[in-house]
């Protein structure tokens, strides 16, 4: 007789008084606060974000500096870095001619390189993602064929496209384009799979064509994720073209680390390094920004 | 004799899974008039969301047909908007944009752009959400969510709207403001509603005609009650109601009495 306990008229939820009277909205303003104290709260907060790292390098360059100091040590200690390499460290912009230039001229090349490799992956990705995240017959066929592919190290890739392309500029940029794509096809089409029902229901009853669907839903529910494809794919290219450049040679940061190489100034491929990380680091920042105005801060689930 | 407005003939549906068909709906006959207001009721799992479906286009029927002015319905479409359980705001739009992209698609040909501007604000206003029109869906609550879910729907004008558990997601109070905004925008527009909902005060509140399911599998309509509270309906006031109390009764011991879910706690 559980049901007859349940059946009492008058319930709480209806006896919830509702006000009918609806209140004047009021923009909320946040109380002033004197200017010292937000100066001091920003300092705060700059201090804890880069504090933590500079201890860590400056522990990191002190204990170098001891290890490669005892005279017999196979590398550079951070002092002789700078000194062997201060040319190269203050001016980015000389220019002797050939191969002997300044870093900026190396990065830029480089820099150009993953550009164009990488736009052409962007652009090839994106669709084929789409492809293969929309239609059935697409992912079974070609699925096992990219995941397949995706697993080839960059630089395998380099023998065959030299025979290819029969030219090295050419080739470096197939080696980017190949060695990006994958990240980007494969979000992209687990993107395009994950689209709420919802919203293709949405679609389906204000009757979108396919092409509207494809703009107006397919692609801005799939940005997070392409974006996400994007960053790692950059990553990769980035990682591909330092490692295609010392073969092919020229201008361009990879060959400069083997150049130096071989005339054993290992001092400039520590600054090279050092620049080649920092440059990785901000074009993966590049995307993620570009990345999260694009998706509204709508970020993947 | 005339037709009705909305009708459901002999509806029934199974799902097919393998060599398994589970049979949800039987034998579902119903008609609905214009202006009428409808709440279907029953337990979790008794295919109310899958009727819905079909009448809204996403599901086709088994068996029978549902006509709505006499045309069988076989595809979703704007004459059947459908307010969703949990808003289907799209994420990358404003509030202003979710309701547009509906109103932009529907009058894209018969109305002009600034008629189309007029009529989504007009929409927006409707819920009260006006205000809010440039924020995007994770921005506003999920009151105004669905207020603006709403707002997309009634702006397609719709020959039958739809709802879905409009308003299950939702906390108490801001279920019935949503309620009373519901009850208001129905006595101003006179528009024909479809209502799916576990929550029985909600549907005696609001209905002309209360729908009651049996448990699945093969669930079909076990009673229809017709609710002849005068309209406009208080909820304070009805509150003490006898009558009120009365519907309220018939639809619980429907639902608690003679057709409980054994074996599954409410």
Redesign the interface.
Known sequence: M???T??D???L??????PGA?AE?VPFRAPERPANDRLKEIANKTASTLLPPLIVLGLTLVAWQLLCSEPGARLPPPTKVVTDAWDFIVDPFFDNGGIDKGAFWHISKSLGRVAIGFSLAAVCGIALGVLVGQSRWAMRGLDPIFQVLRTVPPLAWLPLSLAGFRDSNPSALFVIFITSIWPIIINTSVGVRNI?Q??R??A?????SWW?VFW??TL??T?PYIFTGLRIGVGLSWLAIVAAEMLIGGVGIGFFIWDAWNSSRISDIIVALVYIGVVGFLLDKLIATVGHFV??G?SAQ | MEKPYLRFEQIGMSFRRGQMATEVLRHIDLDIAKGEFVSMIGHSGCGKSTLLNILGGLLQSTTGEVFLEGKVVDEPGPDRAIVFQNHSLLPWLTVYGNVAIAVDKVFGASKSKAERHDWVMHNLELVQMAQARDKRPHEVSGGMKQRVGIARALAMQPKVLLMDEPFGALDALTRAHLQDSVMEIHARLGNTVLMITHDVDEAVLLSDRVVMMTNGPAATIGEVLPITLPRPRRRLELATDLEYARCRAAVLEFLYARHRVPSRAA
């Open positions: 559980q049901a007859a349940k059946t008229p008058v319930s939820a209806a006896a919830v008084p509702v609806t909205i709420p919802d919203y229901n949405v389906a009853v204000i009757r979108l509207e107006k839903i801005p529910a940005v998706s509204h709508v």
